[in-house]
């Protein structure tokens, strides 16, 4: 009898296990968008408010890496918001180029130059800045109650370059910028030749700025050594030393961070000094 229990106890659980749903956040969508200069396809996840309203217009939040920055992103936001600790907004989330593998589609689409040296396919950051600021843009605004005027970019190693390229190269295409663990490195440190560029042109840059780095993000290898805590503190010093009236920028250091561990702590922490109530 006891073995019999055990049996239908086991059955029970089996038939439990396999009916079970696979988790979805809550108040999430997804779209596959076309670019339609490309024709390269991409995946949006969405993340609403809990108690999203059509009477609203909301900030955005687009992701790059969605893979991993969605819902890390997406998660930590919830009780800052919950709690009116922080102000309600809605997260966007853009996949890898859905033709190809995810390293080989952020490579290209995430790097503003292609090194003579390298033998991957590199710089088409103009072409997907193209995309995002026109066919994601539209998307999003068109199907949801958003504010343009409050639109925020977040982007870990790769994707932090291409959020500094394009402070650097269309800054009106966000008023917020949280680039965590840049790989500033990237073509013989390409990012400072342009920031020098843009202040030789230009006498403003209107933006928020949050740079963050891992305090262990020392990267060496044979007869290399890529320092990302020096080099954020280099672009920040560089940018604040011009003096920009209507540029607000810190540079954070997460402690006892590597490369691998830092992006969730600089992510919610660049978010809350951008939309956090203390009050």
């Given at each position: 009898?006891?073995?019999?229990?055990?049996?239908?106890?086991?059955?029970?659980?089996?038939?439990?296990?396999?009916?079970a749903s696979p988790y979805q956040m809550p108040n999430t969508e997804s779209k596959?968008?076309?670019?339609?200069?490309t024709k390269r396809e991409y995946e949006l996840y969405i993340k609403l408010p809990e108690d999203y309203s059509e009477n609203v217009n909301y900030p955005v939040i687009y992701l790059t890496d969605s893979w991993y920055t969605f819902p890390v992103v997406a998660g930590s936001v919830q009780v800052p918001m919950a709690t009116e600790k922080m102000q309600e907004v809605i997260v966007v989330g853009i996949s890898r180029d859905l033709s190809m593998?995810?390293?080989?589609?952020?490579?290209?689409?995430?790097?503003?130059?292609?090194?003579k040296n390298w033998k991957r396919k590199s710089g088409e950051a103009d072409l997907y800045h193209r995309f995002i600021s026109n066919d994601v843009f539209n998307y999003i605004d068109s199907t949801y109650s958003t504010d343009k005027n409050q639109r925020t970019y977040v982007g870990v190693s790769l994707g932090g370059l291409w959020g500094a390229y394009v402070l650097l190269t269309y800054p009106d295409t966000f008023e917020n910028y949280v680039l965590a663990s840049p790989a500033l490195w990237f073509d013989d440190e390409y990012i400072f030749r342009l920031e020098q560029e843009y202040a030789k042109?230009?006498?403003?840059?209107?933006?928020?700025?949050y740079l963050s780095v891992g305090s262990l993000e020392v990267l060496?290898?044979?007869g290399f050594t890529l320092d990302m805590v020096i080099d954020s503190r280099r672009l920040y010093e560089a940018l604040k030393s011009?003096?920009?009236?209507?540029?607000?920028?810190k540079n954070a250091v997460v402690d006892s961070a590597n490369h691998e561990t830092a992006f969730p702590a600089s992510s919610i922490m660049g978010l809350y000094w951008l939309f956090g109530n203390d009050s």
């Open positions: 009898m006891i073995l019999m229990k055990i049996v239908v106890a086991c059955t029970m659980f089996a038939c439990a296990v396999a009916s596959i968008l076309r670019d339609e200069n593998d995810r390293d080989t589609s952020r490579l290209r689409d995430y790097t503003p130059t292609s090194p042109a230009n006498s403003d840059l209107k933006a928020n700025v060496k290898g044979e011009r003096q920009y009236e209507n540029l607000t920028i």
